[in-house]
């Protein structure tokens, strides 16, 4: 069964940071890109960031930019987001997600239970 | 522009059919892919790759592109169809991916 489960959320103070844990299970982890994707309480669904097979590329939503890093561990079938600087407007539900696409689509197939991390004093 | 839009809220009677759009500039260069989300639980891939199902997604759902609005169709709608639903696309650098606002469908 192709499973993905987040871990490390949890409550930080605005400022501080949180590195958060996606553990890849029933495919072959270093063949597919894996995106984090956000959900902030009663709202839509927010694409974080992205890696590549090999970590050799990396994209983020703007929002996050020089605050979050991506990044993944092949021999561990496991993906990472480190959160710093956080800010309460971070505050959401953090989904993983297998992510795929072609010349001309994209998609986020399957996705994890999420993990909360929460922004406050 | 990279933002997808979608009308915040839609009914349809039971067993009728109901179409979900999204539009943006993005769409006019790749296909949309749509979400399933019930309350609580985590967003369920239902089409991509413009009218493909995943395996175990109901034959009632089907996706379809024109321009710059990407359509998502329940024919025959459930109760079970009831939630919110969201589509994506990789926005026009193709590096990043963007979600519309979300559709909360209501059964009637």
């Known amino acids: 069964e192709v499973q993905l489960v987040e871990s490390g959320g949890g409550l930080v103070q605005p400022g501080g940071s949180l590195r958060l844990s996606c553990a890849a299970s029933?495919?072959?982890?270093?063949?597919?890109?894996m995106s984090w994707v956000r959900q902030a309480p009663g709202k839509g669904l927010e694409w974080v960031a992205n890696?590549?097979?090999?970590?050799?590329?990396?994209y983020y939503v703007d929002s996050v930019k020089g605050r979050f890093t991506i990044s993944r561990d092949n021999a561990k079938n496991s993906l990472y987001l480190q959160m710093n600087s956080l800010r309460a407007e971070d505050t959401a539900v953090y989904y993983c997600?297998?992510?795929?696409?072609?010349?001309?689509?994209?998609?986020?197939?399957?996705w994890g239970q999420g993990t909360l991390v929460t922004v406050s004093s | 522009s990279s933002e997808l839009t979608q009308d915040p809220a839609v009914s349809v009677a039971l067993g009728q059919t109901v179409r979900i759009t999204c539009q943006g500039d993005s769409l006019r260069s790749y296909y949309a892919s749509w979400y399933q989300q019930k309350p609580g639980q985590a967003p369920v891939l239902v089409i991509y790759d413009k009218n493909n199902r995943p395996s175990g997604i109901p034959d009632r759902f089907s996706g379809s592109s024109s321009g710059n609005t990407a359509s998502f169709t329940i024919t025959g709608a459930r109760a079970e169809d009831e939630a919110d639903y969201y589509c994506n696309s990789r926005d026009s650098s193709g590096n990043h991916r963007v979600f519309g606002g979300g559709t909360k469908l209501t059964v009637l």
């Open positions: 997600a297998r992510d795929r696409f072609t010349s001309n689509s994209g998609w986020f197939d399957p």
């Open positions: 890696i590549k097979q090999d970590g050799s590329e990396k």
């Open positions: 029933g495919f072959t982890f270093s063949y597919y890109w």
